[in-house]
Nanobody
């Protein structure tokens, strides 16, 4: 499984960004796709998760109502639409894929995922 993120950048508070994660390789519908972020000095945290085969999406409380995870099957791409961005959203954002027990952002931990993209920086000022 290969994952390549894009779409990060710098934006003012209140602005929007859309991150993309291009997925390739042998991945089944049972894979959980997650967006994680990491702030220097803090543990990597889950932001949003969903099954690659579709279904429910899950969000961290800090981003609920502002971020949306979505899938484009034809393009094999996972998106993270981020609206109403806040300075505290600043960090390195990673997409990840793995078969996990429960694909809920409240249950998964970053160390359960073995497939990661290279990360894309988001800076909100």
């Amino acid at each position: 499984v290969q994952l390549v993120e894009s779409g990060g950048g710098s934006v003012q508070a209140g602005g929007s960004l859309r991150l993309s994660c291009q997925v390739s390789g042998d991945i089944s519908s049972s894979y959980c796709m997650g967006w994680f972020r990491q702030i220097p000095g803090k543990e990597r945290e889950g932001v949003a998760t969903t099954y690659i085969g579709g279904g429910a999406s899950y969000y961290a409380d800090s981003v609920k109502g502002r971020f949306t995870i979505s899938l484009d099957d034809a393009k094999k791409t996972v998106y993270l639409q981020m609206n109403s961005l806040k300075p505290e959203d600043t960090g390195m954002y990673y997409c990840a894929a793995e078969v996990v027990g429960v694909c809920s952002v409240k249950h998964v931990r970053w160390y359960e995922f073995n497939n990661w993209g290279q990360g894309t920086q988001v800076t909100v000022s």
